[in-house]
């Protein structure tokens, strides 16, 4: 009987959806809802584990017997945060796959989004090219904390100096 049921799985995981949202239409809105609100940076920047949320999710929402392609609302949603990464020779790419998107030129559905992207991280990580480079924000945040400590540096040598004198 275990055997029976364990691949029943998904098909337990929509009937206990099914009974919380009372009918498919509002099961998918809300895995929508959450893949609108969640970021790259939710993620902790890993692009990885991103793309599995999205998989995971894309996953859900057509095991309801929609077609992907129906969900394509959520490519620019999906490209915005991809672009969001710190990896220069990713985000390089992904916003040429936005641009293509953009002008027509690329047709794609949410599931083979996350695939092409899926395949150009594993490509970069066995070129050992996926680098991360750090965030600007943080950069800049690093020089005003640098000029602070030098200017506290000055300001201290001057004090020290001129207690020296006075003695």
Known sequence: MYLQYSTDGPLFFITMCSH????????????????????????KNDVAAYLQFLQDNLHIMTSTG?????????IPHIFMQLCNTTIPLFQ????????KYMENSLKVSPTQLMTMADEECQILCHCNQWVETLDPSVVAMQAMVQDTVAGHNNLSDLLQMSVGTRC
């Open 20 to 43: 919380t949202h009372r009918n498919r239409l509002a099961f998918v809105e809300s895995v929508k809802h959450k893949i609108h609100v969640s970021t790259l940076n939710e993620h």
């Open 66 to 74: 929609d077609e992907d392609s129906l969900h394509n609302d959520l």
């Open 92 to 99: 390089k790419k992904v916003l040429n796959w936005q641009r």
